[in-house]
């Protein structure tokens, strides 16, 4: 046999670093895209990435804050092998040794020994910044292209007159970023980036642009309409925000984002009557009462994606999902004016940012987590204001 050796000393507690192999949240903040673990002996351990690469095994040993040894399968080894991760208190933090042992004889595994080493060396220099400051440096390290992705559903296709299924639409689009000094619009459609073909499904568009940085330039296929087009855009560096320890001065923050927000979507309605308000545009397309309606159940997700990562029980998903017509009827039809929509929407933030102040400081200190649900918050685009434009265009049909 022979051995994949990789070690990282971590400015965090142990039970910190333990936790980062043995519970499904903190694996996908610095290993993999999803995960479900049961940890204990016998108790599955699957991991999967972006790009349909994953490693399905289980857990073989397990020393509470001493050591972990999992089975690792991989969907392209020939072979199962076997992971022994070790955690000792050194120098004020803790020192996480990991071995790989894989077969010494045949081709693949002389080949793979490099490959092992440096993917568990890049993982474990990941794992050290996601404990001691919470950034993902596959995250940090990405472009950004400055889109808001939205639904593309048949009715939206037919309705743009776009002559293909399969694609991403845009909702809108980050002021100064690649996306819009390139001159792409909301509800173009993008159907290739970089070489590679965007699909409707969440995890095409990062495949695309695995591997590239901020700076750099790629081409982009879309539609406009029934027209396909192909543009050059500039990645646009990822900008990381600085967020505050302090649950009570996060919420504060993170309160100011929303006011502008809340303002501007308030004086959307301004001189706007009930009526036109929930007038849809299209049979098939939301009123702007339905819009205020899904920004709504933003923040009610919001509190329960809180909630399951305080849990340490992150929901598992297949994607993002869409957006169901039936859930924003019924929440118009429960407060059936501008004002009372108004109104609930400053509700559910206000609750947002109240339970953001309880956070629990032994969550906090989970700075993965902590980072991943805070950063969210502090982002300049952020939800409210990407609908924005879609309410505008909602009420100016209905002015007609």
Same mark, same amino acid.
């Given at each position: 046999?022979?051995?994949?050796?990789? /070690?990282?000393?971590?400015?965090?507690?142990?039970?910190?670093?333990?936790?980062?192999?043995?519970?499904?949240?903190?694996?996908?903040?610095?290993?993999?895209?999803?995960?479900?673990?049961?940890?204990?002996?016998?108790?599955?351990?699957?991991?999967?990435?972006?790009?349909?690469?994953?490693?399905?095994?289980?857990?073989?040993?397990?020393?509470?804050?001493?050591?972990?040894?999992?089975?690792?399968?991989?969907?392209?080894?020939?072979?199962?092998?076997?992971?022994?991760?070790?955690?000792? /208190?050194?120098?004020?933090?803790?020192? *996480?040794?990991?071995?790989?042992?894989?077969?010494?004889?045949?081709?693949?595994?002389?080949?793979? *020994?490099?490959?092992?080493?440096?993917?568990?060396?890049?993982?474990?220099?990941?794992?050290?910044?996601?404990?001691?400051?919470?950034?993902?440096?596959?995250?940090?390290?990405? #472009?950004?292209?400055?889109? @808001?992705?939205?639904?593309?559903?048949?009715?939206?296709?037919?309705?743009?007159?776009?002559?293909?299924?399969?694609?991403?639409?845009?909702?809108?689009?980050?002021?100064?970023?690649?996306?819009?000094?390139?001159?792409?619009?909301?509800?173009?459609?993008? *159907?290739?980036?970089?070489?590679?073909?965007?699909?409707?499904?969440?995890?095409?568009? #990062?495949?695309?642009?695995?591997?590239?940085?901020?700076?750099?330039?790629?081409?982009?296929?879309?539609?406009?309409?029934?027209?396909?087009?192909?543009?050059?855009?500039?990645?646009?560096?990822?900008?990381?925000?600085? *967020?505050?320890?302090?649950?009570?001065?996060?919420?504060?923050?993170?309160?100011?984002? +929303?006011?502008?927000?809340?303002?501007?979507?308030?004086?959307?309605?301004?001189?706007?009557?009930?009526?036109?308000?929930?007038?849809?545009?299209?049979?098939?397309?939301?009123?702007?009462?339905? @819009?205020?309606?899904?920004?709504?159940?933003?923040?009610?997700?919001?509190? @329960?994606?809180?909630?399951?990562?305080?849990?340490?029980?992150?929901? @598992?998903?297949?994607?993002?999902?869409?957006?169901?017509?039936?859930?924003?009827?019924?929440?118009?039809?429960? +407060?059936?004016?501008?004002?009372?929509?108004?109104?609930?929407?400053?509700?559910?933030?206000?609750?947002?940012?109240?339970?953001?102040?309880?956070?629990?400081?032994?969550?906090?200190?989970?700075?993965?987590?902590?980072?991943?649900?805070?950063?969210?918050?502090?982002?300049?685009?952020?939800?409210?204001?990407?609908?924005? /434009?879609?309410?505008?265009?909602?009420?100016?049909?209905?002015?007609?």
């Amino acid at each position: 046999m022979a051995t994949v050796s990789a /070690e990282t000393l971590v400015q965090a507690p142990i039970k910190q670093a333990y936790r980062a192999f043995t519970n499904a949240t903190p694996l996908r903040e610095w290993l993999c895209d999803v995960a479900t673990v049961e940890p204990h002996p016998r108790g599955r351990m699957y991991l999967w990435w972006r790009g349909d690469f994953y490693s399905s095994g289980h857990y073989l040993e397990l020393e509470e804050n001493k050591r972990v040894k999992f089975r690792w399968y991989s969907s392209v080894d020939p072979a199962p092998t076997e992971v022994t991760v070790t955690f000792e /208190e050194k120098d004020g933090g803790v020192l *996480v040794c990991l071995d790989h042992e894989i077969p010494d004889k045949g081709k693949y595994w002389k080949t793979a *020994v490099d490959s092992f080493h440096k993917d568990w060396v890049e993982s474990l220099e990941n794992l050290k910044s996601v404990l001691e400051t919470g950034v993902d440096l596959r995250i940090a390290n990405r #472009p950004m292209l400055g889109i @808001v992705p939205g639904d593309f559903t048949e009715e939206q296709q037919k309705a743009l007159g776009v002559p293909v299924r399969d694609g991403l639409r845009l909702d809108g689009l980050v002021d100064g970023m690649g996306a819009q000094r390139c001159g792409l619009q909301a509800n173009d459609v993008i *159907v290739e980036m970089a070489g590679h073909p965007i699909r409707n499904d969440a995890s095409s568009l #990062p495949n695309a642009i695995a591997g590239k940085r901020g700076g750099d330039k790629i081409e982009v296929v879309y539609y406009r309409g029934p027209e396909k087009k192909t543009v050059t855009m500039e990645l646009s560096k990822r900008p990381m925000p600085d *967020v505050p320890s302090d649950p009570v001065e996060l919420a504060k923050q993170a309160h100011e984002f +929303y006011e502008a927000g809340l303002a501007e979507v308030e004086k959307c309605f301004e001189g706007i009557t009930d009526s036109q308000a929930m007038a849809r545009p299209e049979p098939n397309e939301w009123s702007a009462l339905e @819009v205020v309606a899904h920004l709504i159940h933003g923040e009610r997700f919001n509190q @329960v994606f809180l909630t399951n990562l305080i849990d340490g029980y992150e929901l @598992v998903s297949d994607g993002f999902g869409s957006n169901v017509t039936a859930e924003v009827q019924a929440t118009v039809k429960a +407060y059936p004016s501008i004002a009372l929509m108004l109104e609930e929407l400053r509700r559910a933030v206000a609750e947002t940012l109240a339970y953001v102040s309880f956070i629990p400081a032994e969550f906090a200190a989970n700075k993965g987590s902590y980072y991943r649900f805070g950063s969210g918050l502090l982002q300049p685009n952020f939800h409210i204001t990407a609908h924005i /434009e879609q309410i505008n265009a909602a009420l100016a049909a209905a002015r007609k």
